[in-house]
């Protein structure tokens, strides 16, 4: 039986309050994401979704817990073996995008393919801005580009190592209504072809009911469902 590209076991995570008061954000028991795995996360306003694509990815230790990712429980790793992980296995599409501004399209994603392990391959990384609709935008900087044009270069950026899983963080949040579907599309159809798991992270219930699989982050993140405290 193959083991799940991402599983989560007994994490917590809490933060605390400008007033010391500890806040609890994450009290997973268990959540994992297979290999070809399509999912939408939903959940309300401060529920931790931000916060659980960031432990995922290793940006953020869990309190307790492991965070199993291709196998490997980066909760457990030193800094550098994290970067490697997340550069390996892991393809992000950030709310912001995140692209470096002085760097072409094409630089922005043979950059992240040097955190890898493999070496950059320019054609490669022409290939996947071809396959998002940007072949003739490949000299061109962030500003000079569209902000939907901007989504697509991230989206190409993301898979540019092939990583057995894309976390996408609110993909469609900063993009106009006439490129939302083009950009799910994308990823949806890219990480298909890759046999990729895909995890988004959305508010939209358009774009969730696309998805083979929909949850709803109270579902199994217990921190959640907690009662909030009198004013």
Request: with cysteine; net charge neutral; hydrophobic share 45%.
């Amino acid at each position: 039986m193959t083991a799940p590209v991402i599983e989560l076991r007994h994490v917590r995570k809490a933060f605390v309050a400008p007033g010391g008061e500890i806040v609890p954000v994450l009290d997973i028991e268990a959540f994992a994401l297979d290999a070809g795995d399509q999912c939408a996360l939903e959940g309300q306003s401060g529920s931790g979704k931000s916060t659980l694509l960031n432990v995922i990815c290793g940006i953020m230790r869990p309190d307790a817990g492991s965070v199993l990712v291709g196998g490997r429980d980066i909760a457990r790793v030193d800094e550098a073996s994290r970067d490697r992980v997340r550069a390996d296995t892991l393809g992000l599409v950030f709310q912001q995008f995140n692209l470096l501004p002085g760097f072409t399209a094409l630089e922005n994603v043979l950059v992240a393919m040097s955190f890898g392990s493999a070496r950059p391959d320019r054609k490669r990384a022409a290939d996947l801005l071809g396959a998002v609709g940007l072949s003739h935008r490949l000299d061109h900087k962030p500003a000079a580009l569209s902000i939907g044009q901007q989504q697509r270069v991230a989206v190409a950026r993301a898979l540019a190592n092939r990583p057995r899983a894309v976390l996408a963080d609110e993909p469609t949040a900063s993009i106009d209504s006439a490129h939302q579907q083009q950009v799910i599309d994308l990823l949806r159809d890219a990480c298909r072809e890759q046999a990729a798991a895909l995890l988004v992270v959305t508010h939209d219930p358009t774009v969730a009911g696309q998805f083979p699989r929909r949850l709803r982050l109270e579902d199994f993140n217990r921190a959640a469902r907690a009662p909030a405290r009198p004013a």
